[in-house]
């Protein structure tokens, strides 16, 4: 089972930015949504997730408050700002353009071996 | 973006309260729990795994921690906090490594800010650094700086399109004289009409040039400087439209210069340049261009530029084949060749010195990092990484160094004083000795990398340690043998720099000490010269210069204490003519084959004024030098060269003059001792003496043997029989050879301190690393003292490794000083002894006094008391 030290550089980023596009949520919540996402591929440790989500703060991409949780516990909740979506955007369209063209080059190497 | 970087702003500011993250941690690990515990494990066994899955929370804490802008900053500053105590708890410790960078980076400062000063830095004046000298260069030869014409001039500014000025001066001694005021000598040049405007300069009373001054025909005028203005018209300001006589012509003067102007060159008056006369011809060359380039023109650019019009003109005009021109800055016009080598050399010297502290801090740091272990020891084991120990004691030493530097940049301040002092009358005016922004951010540099450089050793070294061990023993026995190895390799380098140091600042003291012991039979200190130029316009032949000397020698012997007066184109150590000779029946065909020789031209009494012993023969009588009666004196060592074991007396030679016609033929009456006559350059021609009638000159130098100061009377005399006669260069002959001799001595003066800093440097750095191993040694020497050890065999165990690095430092030093030996003969004005024998003089004073160095901490091993020593620690 991959851990999140496996990930690519950034894609943990990726990841947290586009949980959080859909809903505000607490750091149990987005390693709950991405773990159920992923279908149990992706489990992030709070030594990841945390330092993670504060270099996203730092940066001004998300802004945490104060709140509570759905069990009425006092939790902080994450959430997307404008720059934020930007740079969503932005990182999910290098996605995509960097895994459409791991694919061609798997792709033509599949193709090769047959 | 705006909103990223205000976030990032933000949160370089605040910081985020510790409290937040651990709520937050806490929050995730009790969610963790209640997931398992839903899923049907025991709250018990949930909490367990959940803690298992969770991880350490301090690495969490740090690391999230370092994603703040700005993390950094705060370590530092706790580094900081923590060098600023460690340096205050070590105080003497400190102090010592302070005052030795003090020496170092001041000396550099200093060293640096003159050769910025005479290398780097423009000239003192607006746009400064496109300013340019204009000359020409000969095209077959390394000669560079050559005047031209003035139709030159014309062609090359007309054609030149680099240029936003370019404007032309020649320099000439300019008489300034006027009814009822002694004529007074200054430097005077003629300048085309822009050269005020050039510089952006102003007049301070009155007026710069108008184009018009420079038409032919109109009013002469002259502008003075501020220091002629104050010495001489006692700052009037009624002096603007005075009509004054410059060389014997009228002038008016329309203009005074701001105080400190001297362009280009140490100038007193400035006259329009009238293109009349030789000037109008195109080989007549005597003028020096001056240019401010266009922005962004390069050096090359203008003189290839110059060099294609040069190349024009010189197909149009033979005179001006093979010439082309050089565009240089002031520095590399004026501060060429020996001095740039000679400046250069001080910076390495003084780089020396700073590699010298430098290990001697080093070597301090090192003997005190072993009494550290076990902070550094306890640092670590509290997870204190490699680096930040390291990084924490460079801090240290950074702090260090740009504390002395602080310091020594108070030493620097003054040593540029006195170097400022000490060549004033010698260098050219626009050479500022002052700091700029140049000079800060190397001594900035200086401080950061000597720090650096001191502290890095040091710092892995004591980073470099197994915990256990420390902890466990006391600090001694972990000294190690690389401890040792290195810091003696930093001692064997500091007495081979050493060596190297002293043995340049010998090569001067000597060569200095040399140059004033020639001639002991002269005493300079009883006799006073002064020049007299005897203008042609006012004495058109030698007939008449002779009427005037014999008319003036009487009068000035019968001064009042004057003993002995003469007249000679040089007094003995100021230099000769050279030309070429050829004795009767050996004739020579080839010009270039025919022997040199220095010549005096002389009055009769000149030997006596001068206590020259005449050896044989006679001295110069009334009627020598008289047409048919040519005469002339040898020295022992001109005769002995031209006519080796013969009686010369009687003898015939003849002169070739520099367009290489022959003089008529001269007999020798006399041989007088040896003399020096040129104290600079090494190569002396043979000397010989002729009568002044034979050689008539224009200028000549009065040679008066006084007991008392008899410049005033001297004045008077010359002035009652030439009232525009001004006395040049009066000084005591003492004063002239030491004027003479001035490179050699403010260069011996600094090479010297130099050399002694770094002396002192590396003895106290021997001193202090035998102290430091004899005193981990206490115990064992204790044991041998007991054991019946002689003293002498204690002062040899102590004493061995020192004396080894000192032999290992002289033995790579003489290897180093032997090179610098020849470099420093070979600087072209050749002054400087290349005499070996200094070297092993200085090699013997560093290694008595390297022995001292070491003998004292070793004399203490030996007054050990046994029973102490054993208990000691």
Same mark, same amino acid.
């Given at each position: 089972?991959?851990?999140?030290?496996?990930?690519?550089?950034?894609?943990?980023?990726?990841?947290?930015?586009?949980?959080?596009?859909?809903?505000?949520?607490?750091?149990?919540?987005?390693?709950?949504?991405?773990?159920?996402?992923?279908?149990?591929?992706?489990?992030?440790?709070?030594?990841?997730?945390?330092?993670?989500?504060?270099?996203?703060?730092?940066?001004?991409?998300?802004?945490?408050?104060?709140?509570?949780?759905?069990?009425?516990?006092?939790?902080?909740?994450?959430?997307?700002?404008?720059?934020?979506?930007?740079?969503?955007?932005?990182?999910?369209?290098?996605?995509?353009?960097?895994?459409?063209?791991?694919?061609?080059?798997?792709?033509?190497?599949?193709?090769?071996?047959? | 973006?705006?909103?990223?970087?205000?976030?990032?702003?933000?949160?370089?500011?605040? @910081?985020?309260?510790?409290?937040?993250?651990?709520?937050?941690?806490?929050?995730?690990?009790?969610?963790?729990?209640?997931?398992?515990?839903?899923?049907?494990?025991?709250?018990?066994?949930?909490?367990?795994?959940?803690?298992?899955?969770?991880?350490?929370?301090?690495?969490?804490?740090?690391?999230?921690?370092?994603?703040?802008?700005?993390?950094?900053?705060? =370590?530092?500053?706790?580094?900081?906090?923590?060098?600023?105590?460690?340096?205050?708890?070590?105080?003497?410790?400190?102090?010592?490594?302070?005052?030795?960078?003090?020496?170092?980076?001041?000396?550099?400062?200093?060293?640096?800010?003159?050769?910025?000063?005479?290398?780097?830095?423009?000239?003192?004046?607006?746009?400064?650094?496109?300013?340019?000298?204009? *000359?020409?260069?000969?095209?077959?030869?390394?000669?560079?700086?050559?005047?031209?014409?003035?139709?030159?001039?014309?062609?090359?500014?007309? &054609?030149?399109?680099?240029?936003?000025?370019?404007?032309?001066?020649?320099?000439?001694?300019?008489?300034?004289?006027?009814?009822?005021?002694?004529?007074?000598?200054?430097? /005077?040049?003629?300048?085309?009409?822009?050269?005020?405007?050039?510089?952006?300069?102003?007049?301070? /009373?009155?007026?710069?040039?108008?184009?018009?001054?420079?038409?032919?025909?109109?009013?002469?005028?002259?502008?003075?400087?501020?220091?002629?203005?104050?010495?001489?018209?006692?700052?009037?300001?009624?002096?603007?439209?005075?009509?004054?006589?410059?060389?014997?012509?009228?002038?008016?003067?329309?203009?005074?210069?701001?105080?400190?102007?001297?362009?280009?060159?140490?100038?007193?008056?400035?006259?329009?340049?009238?293109?009349?006369?030789?000037?109008?011809?195109?080989?007549?060359?005597?003028?020096?261009?001056?240019?401010?380039?266009?922005?962004?023109?390069?050096?090359?650019?203008?003189?290839?530029?110059?060099?294609?019009? *040069?190349?024009?003109?010189?197909?149009?005009?033979?005179?001006?084949?093979?010439?082309?021109?050089?565009?240089?800055?002031?520095?590399?016009?004026?501060?060429?060749?020996?001095?740039?080598?000679?400046?250069?050399?001080?910076?390495?010297?003084?780089?020396?010195?700073?590699?010298?502290?430098?290990?001697?801090?080093?070597?301090?740091?090192?003997?005190?990092?072993?009494?550290?272990?076990?902070?550094?020891?306890?640092?670590?084991?509290?997870?204190?990484?490699?680096? @930040?120990?390291?990084?924490?004691?460079?801090?240290?030493?950074?702090?260090?160094?740009?504390?002395?530097?602080?310091?020594?940049?108070?030493?620097?301040?003054?040593?540029?004083?006195?170097?400022?002092?000490?060549?004033?009358?010698?260098?050219?005016?626009?050479?500022?000795?002052?700091?700029?922004?140049?000079?800060?951010?190397?001594?900035?540099?200086?401080?950061?990398?000597?720090?650096?450089?001191?502290?890095?050793?040091?710092?892995?070294?004591?980073?470099?340690?197994?915990?256990?061990?420390?902890?466990?023993?006391?600090?001694?026995?972990?000294?190690?043998?690389?401890?040792?190895?290195?810091?003696?390799?930093?001692?064997?380098?500091?007495?081979?720099?050493?060596?190297?140091?002293?043995?340049?600042?010998?090569?001067?003291?000597?060569?200095?000490?040399?140059?004033? *012991?020639?001639?002991?039979?002269?005493?300079?200190?009883? =006799?006073?010269?002064?020049?007299?130029?005897?203008?042609?316009?006012?004495?058109?032949?030698?007939?008449?210069?002779?009427?005037?000397?014999?008319?003036?020698?009487?009068?000035?012997?019968?001064?009042?204490?004057?003993?002995?007066?003469?007249?000679?184109?040089?007094?003995?150590?100021?230099?000769?003519?050279?030309?070429?000779?050829?004795?009767?029946?050996?004739?020579?065909?080839?010009?270039?084959?025919?022997?040199?020789?220095?010549?005096?031209?002389?009055?009769?009494?000149?030997?006596?004024?001068?206590?020259?012993?005449?050896?044989?023969?006679?001295?110069?009588?009334?009627?020598?030098?008289?047409?048919?009666?040519?005469?002339?004196?040898?020295? @022992?060592?001109? *005769?002995?060269?031209?006519?080796?074991?013969?009686?010369?007396?009687?003898?015939?030679?003849?002169?070739?003059?520099?367009?290489?016609?022959?003089?008529?033929?001269?007999?020798?009456?006399?041989?007088?001792?040896?003399?020096?006559?040129?104290?600079?350059?090494?190569?002396?021609?043979?000397?010989?003496?002729?009568?002044?009638?034979?050689?008539?000159?224009?200028?000549?130098?009065?040679?008066?043997?006084?007991?008392?100061?008899? /410049?005033?009377?001297?004045?008077?005399?010359?002035?009652?029989?030439?009232?525009?006669?001004?006395?040049?260069?009066?000084? @005591?002959?003492?004063?002239? =050879?030491?004027?003479?001799?001035?490179? /050699?001595?403010?260069?011996?003066?600094?090479?010297?301190?130099?050399?002694?800093?770094?002396?002192?440097?590396?003895?106290?750095?021997?001193?202090?690393?035998?102290?430091?191993?004899?005193?981990?040694?206490?115990?064992?020497?204790?044991?041998?003292?007991?054991?019946?050890?002689?003293?002498?065999?204690?002062?040899?165990?102590?004493?061995?490794?020192?004396?080894? &690095?000192?032999?290992?430092?002289?033995?790579?030093?003489?290897?180093?000083?032997?090179?610098?030996?020849?470099?420093?003969?070979?600087?072209?004005?050749?002054?400087?002894?290349?005499?070996?024998?200094?070297?092993?003089?200085?090699?013997?004073?560093?290694?008595?006094?390297?022995?001292?160095?070491?003998?004292?901490?070793?004399?203490?091993?030996?007054?050990?008391?046994?029973?102490?020593?054993?208990?000691?620690?």
């Amino acid at each position: 089972m991959p851990t999140s030290t496996d990930l690519l550089q950034g894609t943990l980023d990726l990841l947290i930015l586009q949980t959080l596009a859909l809903e505000p949520m607490h750091g149990w919540g987005i390693t709950q949504r991405i773990q159920q996402v992923s279908k149990d591929v992706f489990q992030i440790g709070q030594g990841s997730l945390y330092p993670a989500l504060y270099r996203l703060e730092y940066k001004g991409w998300i802004k945490a408050e104060w709140g509570n949780s759905e069990n009425n516990r006092r939790a902080k909740f994450y959430s997307l700002t404008a720059a934020g979506r930007k740079q969503l955007r932005s990182e999910v369209e290098t996605w995509d353009r960097l895994s459409s063209a791991v694919g061609l080059v798997l792709g033509r190497a599949v193709e090769a071996s047959q | 973006m705006i909103a990223e970087f205000l976030t990032w702003v933000r949160f370089l500011v605040f @910081r985020k309260k510790h409290s937040e993250l651990d709520d937050e941690l806490r929050f995730h690990l009790e969610q963790s729990i209640a997931a398992k515990v839903a899923a049907g494990v025991s709250p018990s066994d949930a909490r367990r795994q959940s803690m298992i899955e969770f991880g350490g929370i301090e690495t969490t804490r740090e690391q999230c921690d370092r994603e703040r802008p700005g993390w950094w900053a705060g =370590i530092i500053s706790q580094d900081a906090r923590y060098a600023v105590r460690s340096i205050l708890a070590h105080r003497w410790f400190s102090a010592a490594i302070v005052a030795t960078l003090a020496l170092g980076i001041g000396l550099n400062t200093m060293v640096f800010t003159l050769v910025n000063a005479v290398l780097l830095k423009p000239y003192p004046v607006p746009n400064g650094d496109r300013l340019v000298s204009i *000359a020409g260069r000969n095209l077959s030869s390394d000669d560079r700086s050559l005047p031209f014409s003035y139709p030159d001039f014309q062609d090359y500014k007309a &054609q030149a399109s680099s240029f936003e000025f370019f404007e032309a001066v020649t320099a000439q001694p300019g008489v300034l004289s006027e009814p009822g005021n002694p004529p007074d000598q200054y430097q /005077l040049v003629r300048a085309t009409s822009r050269i005020f405007s050039m510089v952006q300069a102003k007049a301070f /009373l009155g007026r710069t040039f108008l184009p018009a001054d420079a038409q032919p025909g109109s009013a002469p005028v002259v502008v003075i400087g501020y220091n002629v203005w104050q010495e001489r018209y006692a700052s009037l300001p009624g002096v603007i439209g005075r009509q004054v006589h410059v060389n014997g012509q009228p002038a008016n003067i329309i203009g005074v210069m701001p105080k400190g102007f001297r362009f280009p060159d140490n100038v007193d008056l400035w006259m329009p340049l009238l293109p009349i006369l030789d000037l109008a011809k195109r080989d007549s060359r005597t003028l020096w261009g001056y240019g401010i380039l266009k922005s962004g023109v390069t050096l090359q650019r203008a003189g290839a530029e110059l060099d294609g019009i *040069a190349g024009r003109i010189a197909s149009q005009f033979p005179a001006d084949k093979g010439l082309g021109m050089s565009v240089l800055t002031f520095q590399q016009r004026v501060n060429g060749g020996p001095i740039r080598i000679v400046f250069l050399l001080m910076l390495a010297a003084v780089g020396f010195v700073l590699l010298i502290a430098c290990a001697d801090v080093a070597n301090m740091m090192l003997s005190r990092s072993l009494n550290r272990q076990r902070e550094m020891s306890i640092r670590t084991a509290l997870g204190a990484s490699r680096w @930040r120990i390291v990084r924490q004691l460079l801090i240290e030493s950074v702090f260090l160094s740009t504390l002395g530097g602080i310091l020594g940049l108070g030493l620097a301040a003054s040593g540029i004083y006195w170097f400022d002092l000490a060549t004033s009358t010698i260098r050219p005016t626009w050479i500022l000795f002052t700091m700029n922004y140049t000079v800060f951010g190397y001594f900035a540099a200086l401080c950061i990398l000597s720090g650096l450089l001191f502290g890095i050793l040091p710092a892995l070294r004591s980073s470099k340690i197994n915990v256990v061990d420390v902890l466990k023993e006391g600090t001694h026995n972990i000294t190690g043998h690389r401890g040792a190895w290195l810091s003696s390799a930093l001692v064997v380098f500091q007495f081979a720099l050493t060596l190297v140091l002293l043995t340049g600042a010998g090569i001067f003291v000597r060569s200095l000490l040399d140059r004033l *012991a020639v001639n002991p039979f002269v005493p300079a200190d009883q =006799i006073t010269t002064a020049r007299l130029h005897l203008t042609e316009d006012r004495y058109k032949d030698n007939e008449a210069r002779i009427h005037f000397y014999d008319q003036l020698l009487p009068r000035l012997r019968s001064i009042a204490g004057v003993s002995h007066a003469a007249i000679a184109s040089g007094a003995p150590g100021m230099g000769s003519a050279d030309e070429q000779i050829e004795l009767e029946h050996v004739p020579i065909s080839n010009p270039a084959e025919r022997p040199w020789i220095s010549f005096v031209a002389q009055s009769p009494g000149y030997f006596d004024t001068i206590h020259l012993p005449l050896q044989q023969g006679r001295d110069f009588n009334q009627t020598d030098g008289a047409s048919n009666h040519e005469a002339a004196v040898l020295t @022992r060592a001109a *005769a002995a060269r031209f006519w080796p074991g013969e009686n010369p007396i009687g003898r015939r030679f003849r002169l070739f003059d520099d367009k290489n016609k022959p003089g008529p033929w001269i007999t020798v009456i006399g041989i007088s001792a040896n003399m020096v006559q040129e104290l600079q350059g090494r190569d002396h021609k043979p000397l010989l003496f002729v009568p002044y009638r034979q050689e008539g000159w224009d200028n000549m130098a009065l040679v008066v043997e006084s007991a008392a100061d008899p /410049l005033q009377a001297m004045r008077k005399t010359v002035q009652s029989l030439d009232n525009e006669l001004p006395l040049n260069e009066p000084l @005591r002959l003492k004063d002239a =050879i030491a004027e003479q001799l001035w490179f /050699l001595r403010v260069f011996g003066e600094v090479f010297l301190a130099f050399a002694l800093v770094a002396m002192l440097m590396a003895s106290v750095g021997i001193y202090a690393v035998i102290a430091h191993a004899t005193g981990s040694r206490t115990r064992e020497i204790g044991v041998r003292v007991a054991l019946g050890a002689s003293r002498r065999n204690i002062l040899f165990l102590v004493m061995r490794r020192g004396l080894w &690095q000192i032999g290992c430092g002289l033995a790579l030093g003489l290897i180093a000083a032997f090179p610098l030996t020849h470099l420093m003969a070979s600087l072209p004005n050749g002054s400087l002894s290349s005499d070996p024998s200094v070297i092993f003089v200085v090699a013997f004073t560093l290694a008595t006094v390297g022995v001292f160095a070491c003998w004292l901490p070793a004399r203490r091993a030996t007054g050990l008391d046994p029973i102490r020593a054993i208990r000691y620690e």
